[in-house]
């Protein structure tokens, strides 16, 4: 089915679902059950392919010339630079990620744009009516991230991609991405800890799980990794042969004096395999020339511009607060969500922090303006000027991650630079699971359950942060006080009254520059987003 066709189908509809309403329906296919439910260690896994046979898309998928991507950290930026790079080559390109921060569409890009609201609305329909239609006890309607990877595969066969940038969305072995047998190369990202419950908690369990992605006699790359994990997956190559390369990080002088498109040093470990994985696609595919082969003395010009140019939001993203009159209020935005991207994550905001002091004074960013983070040293302990810039923590995980693995390295790898955080929010997300779309928690709904912030912040406390504050309402004559007071933080019902407070605060602070680091969830980090963009 063309693009063309899939419009079609949807108009013969008296009355064409809403965006809305098309969210409503996707809402309803999230499972109530927690993430460590059995369906998610592989509990039906081969109805996916009969999926597949109703969706009439076995041929599409054994003919696309897919890049498929697992890993704990880093993943989604190395989908981003692949895509990057092979649309700069000139290729029609379908990537698909997740989680999404505002939008569903993000998770469908082609040729690096969100598909149009058209379009998602006619291959919805398509997939989802079909699925309804053919649906029985033994073939159930597929669960949310299910539906959403097959109706990937419908668009990017639909749109007559030339190749399908595929993130592995959990795990490897059983997610749903894996219902490619024959993918072009497969990529493994740094491996750590996270979605334990699922995935097993040493690193040889999580090793195997993401080496299910590999295929016999397909070639693979990874990143330098643990003993224990790097064992693992020679093992599982070995059994498969497949030729598995082991891809160091992307040399930054073969990028002409420019800088990566995703800040942080971190990203050149993401970019070189990133650039390792598109030289192989197109060496397979027929496309290469000599110079995509030499991996040491230069860079083709399109992989430069590639992996300079890459966006993806929510990854070591500066935004300034656009609310009219606030003041200077800068979010700095990281959806790190493991102990490993927590460390990441603080290097850096620290050196973020070092470089705006360098570069920019106290003078005011313009709204969403995304800074570039110098590689320098960094500052000794107290060098930073905390009588004109403030740094805040503003955070939220969910409650299968354990805070006492997170909160000490994110604090462990500021302090090392000399950044102390002066006040720490801990706020629950706005969105909800079980819902798609523009829904939000009340800001003022008294049944919110804050149980959660609240065990957050005794953690954030026995790491010698001091007590919290009494009350959400300061004076202005206590509010210096409290903010040099660095053991001090809040809980707060809703982000909209966190965000409300920060307003409030720099309102009162003309002369003092708001630094927020929000992390610990994408989701977090996508409500936010989602309020200083509106």
Not at 30 to 35: D, F, L, Q, V, Y
Not at 404 to 421: E, S, Y
Request: glycine share 6%; net charge negative.
């Amino acid at each position: 089915m063309a693009a063309d066709d899939a419009i079609e189908y949807l108009k013969k509809n008296v009355k064409p679902p809403t965006y809305e309403e098309t969210l409503d329906a996707l809402s309803s296919l999230i499972t109530k059950r927690s993430r460590a439910d059995k369906s998610n260690k592989g509990d039906q896994f081969d109805v996916l392919f009969d999926y597949v046979k109703i969706l009439d898309l076995d041929d599409s998928i054994s003919q696309m010339k897919v890049i498929h991507v697992a890993g704990t950290k880093g993943k989604g930026s190395t989908c981003t630079f692949t895509e990057s790079i092979l649309r700069n080559c000139g290729f029609r390109t379908g990537l698909f990620t997740s989680p999404h921060l505002i939008d569903i569409r993000e998770r469908f890009r082609l040729d690096g744009v969100d598909i149009s609201e058209d379009k998602f609305l006619a291959y919805f329909w398509w997939c989802f009516d079909r699925l309804k239609e053919k649906s029985s006890e033994d073939v159930p309607m597929p669960n949310y991230f299910r539906f959403l990877a097959l109706l990937a595969f419908k668009i990017f066969a639909a749109e007559q991609v030339d190749v399908a940038i595929l993130e592995v969305g959990l795990g490897g072995k059983f997610d749903a991405t894996n219902l490619v047998q024959t993918p072009i190369a497969c990529g493994i990202s740094p491996l750590g800890f996270d979605h334990m419950e699922i995935l097993g908690y040493t690193l040889g369990e999580i090793a195997g799980e993401k080496a299910g992605i590999f295929k016999h006699k397909v070639p693979a790359f990874t990143v330098p990794q643990p003993d224990e994990a790097m064992g693992v997956l020679e093992e599982r190559a070995s059994e498969l042969d497949v030729a598995l390369q082991v891809v160091q990080p992307l040399d930054s002088s073969l990028l002409n004096g420019l800088q990566l498109g995703l800040q942080g040093e971190h990203q050149y470990i993401n970019a070189g395999l990133a650039v390792a994985l598109c030289r192989m696609w197109l060496q397979k595919t027929g496309h290469y020339e000599g110079t995509y082969l030499d991996q040491t003395s230069s860079l083709p010009e399109q992989f430069v511009k590639g992996l300079t140019t890459a966006s993806l939001e929510g990854r070591a993203q500066i935004v300034a607060d656009p609310f009219d009159n606030v003041g200077d209020l800068v979010f700095y935005l990281d959806g790190a969500h493991s102990p490993e991207s927590m460390e990441v994550c603080g290097n850096w905001f620290s050196l973020a922090i070092k470089e705006d002091i360098q570069h920019n004074g106290s003078s005011k960013k313009q709204p969403y303006e995304s800074s570039n983070v110098s590689n320098t040293e960094p500052r000794g302990p107290n060098e930073y000027p905390s009588t004109h810039s403030i740094q805040i923590l503003l955070f939220n995980c969910m409650s299968v991650r354990d805070p006492q693995l997170l909160l000490p390295r994110l604090v462990r790898a500021c302090a090392n630079q000399g950044l102390h955080f002066q006040k720490a929010l801990f706020v629950p997300n706005q969105s909800v699971y079980s819902k798609v779309g523009s829904h939000a928690l009340p800001s003022s709904d008294p049944q919110i359950d804050l149980s959660w912030q609240l065990e957050l912040e005794k953690v954030w406390k026995n790491l010698g942060h001091g007590e919290k504050d009494s009350s959400l309402e300061e004076s202005k004559e206590d509010f210096k006080h409290n903010m040099r007071n660095s053991g001090s933080s809040l809980v707060f019902p809703s982000l909209p009254l966190a965000i409300k407070w920060l307003r409030d605060s720099v309102q009162q602070n003309r002369s003092v520059r708001f630094q927020v680091l929000v992390t610990g969830s994408l989701h977090l980090v996508g409500d936010v987003l989602r309020m200083v963009k509106r």
